[in-house]
């Protein structure tokens, strides 16, 4: 803090120059496991020494400044990916409402004559979400409220309406998809009246300019009315010209949206024209000059077609379609509840995927199925809590006992595919997790997800990264704590076979965390150790004992510090001193009670201390996770 007062009053440069030097590393360390991106990790570290510059004068002489960096470059990092995560989605939903617009006009001029006949075939509900939603042009949430129901209520409504709509179209002989009709109706559903009409009804209904016989003979009946009569009548006329007005008021507002779509959609179909265009004319000249004895330029031809193709392939709904043909591909890797995913999601998961690479697409199908399950979770509950409902306050005994309560149908394949946690009353089971997944389709990339009363919760793995950080980990210990920077100086550390273009991949986002004097100290130890027992990690401290041959290494062993050991051995998770916690799946009861001398009390007090760890437990004293390994980070309490 010394740097820092100087700094504060007397504007020195060189102090804070100084300061910036030393905990630079710091926080672009702590930037850099955040946001995986070493340039936004720059700006967070410039932002975090701005607004150090900036409160310097306000900070308190007791501040812990590594500790206040700290903090500030979590929170730093955290706002920065929220507005890189708003900006993605805007982007997201304007492309999204593009391509549900291209096919709007030939959808519509299909279902236009059957529309009318199909709604009149929906259930009251259906039939007034799909009335809401694409007519009145509201929000989902707007739906719900509407309907005095939420908005996943509201959702599923629209989403049959829309599915008994295309059955209905698809009988006779109109085949558009769900989206496709969902696009068309919010285009052209409501049709623009002419703007004479409602001067015309407005006229008619003030002025009284125009009487007819008819109006003669009902203004001599009028005579005859009471007053309160004459009120009735004269409020309903009142009401009948505000509807018309309002009613026009509607159609030009959507005639102005409508414009407003159908020039988006103008221009993507012109851009889109281009490219077409442009590839056509370059294989056209390829032609040619094939059949011409100069060849010298087909080489840079080719290479245009290449770029042109690969324009092509980055269209939002050709890169959805290149997901789903990489799906086919790997059967293995789809579950049935795919089926609640939506266009939408598809074009969310393939937005920013490397679809060229079998990493890149698997991370993208475990990023569509999360979000399926997510939503078959939500379902679920709702399922639970009206099977309650009907059960006097009892959960199920099994799942398969929930399948009349869902909403939307499901079948006993998904129900499997899931355990449920308790039992008994569904009110003594609100503070824990109600069902988790059972079943993963990928053991390499996939998730964990929770489902309780009141949310859920889980978390993403990757075990061929999981797996590069470990030999990154290892080689550093052994190369003076130096990270690797090719793929062939871990190679000799990997336990299973990996292509070099993803081992790179990770690499490139490896952060080495500055090794602390203990750990080097006990380096030599550690390698010694390895040396005689084929590679392996000791599975007790106490198996260190014979190895170390100094003070300094008995010190450090000695020392309530993190042992290097630890940061690199997956399968320890205990350190003589101290406590660890471990956030991945949790052991099972007997290991618990093997390694701890008091689990309960200790995961006790480690949770009330670690509130966002979801699964916590305790192992000390050379501790074991029985063959599971970690899938996010140990660290010490």
Known sequence: MALVREYAQSNSEQAFATLVSRQVHLVYSIAMRQVRDPNLAEEITQRVFIILARKAKSLSPKTILSGWLCRTARYVSADTLKIQRRRQFREQESQMQSILNESDSTAWNQIAPLLDEALNCLGEKEHDAIVLRFFDGKELKQVGAAMQTTEDAARMRVNRGLEKLREFFTKRGVTPSAAAIAGALSANSVQAAPAALAAAITTAAFSGAIITTAAVIAASKTISMTTLQKSVITAFCTVAAGAGIYEARQAASARAELQTLRQQQATLAEQSQQFQHERDEVLAENAQLKSEPNQTELPRL???????????????????????????????????????????????????????????????????????????????????????????????????????????????????????????????????????????????????????????????????????????????????????????????????????????????????????????????????????????????????????????????????????????NYAAAAETHGCWYYSGPSPSPSARNRWSPNPTNEASALRARTPAVRSVDVLVRSGYTEGMRPRKTYGRI
């Open 302 to 568: 080719r290479g245009e077609v290449t770029e042109l193709r690969g324009k092509l392939n980055d269209l939002p709904a050709n890169r959805v379609a290149l997901l789903k043909q990489k799906l086919e591909q790997m059967p293995e890797k789809r579950i049935p509840e795919l089926q609640f995913l939506t266009e939408k999601d598809w074009l969310n998961a393939a937005w920013d995927a490397d679809l060229d690479s079998d990493d890149g697409v698997r991370l993208a199908l475990r990023k569509l199925r999360d979000e399926s399950v997510d939503t078959f979770l939500n379902q679920m509950r709702q399922a639970l809590k009206a099977y309650a409902a009907a059960n006097n306050g009892m959960l199920p005994a099994g799942l398969s006992e929930l399948k009349p309560y869902f909403q939307t149908p499901v079948t006993e394949e998904m129900l499997q595919r899931y355990r449920l946690l308790q039992t008994g009353k569904l009110s003594e089971a609100s503070s824990g997790s109600l069902v988790s997944k059972r079943v993963y389709a990928d053991s390499e990339y996939d998730s964990n997800q929770e489902m309780s009363l009141n949310g859920g919760g889980g978390g993403a793995f990757n075990r061929i990264q999981d797996a590069i950080n470990g030999a990154a980990r290892e080689f550093a210990r052994d190369h003076n704590f130096q990270a690797p920077t090719n793929p062939a100086q871990i190679a000799p550390y990997l336990k299973k076979a990996i292509d070099t273009a993803t081992i790179q991949k990770y690499l490139n986002q490896f952060v080495l965390d500055p090794p602390s004097p203990e750990e080097v100290t006990m380096a030599p130890v550690l390698k010694a150790y390895a040396s005689d027992h084929n590679g392996e990690f000791p599975k007790s401290p106490s198996d260190l004992l014979p190895y170390i041959t100094t003070s300094e290494q008995q010190a450090a062993f000695h020392s309530q510090v993190r042992i290097p050991f630890l940061a690199f």
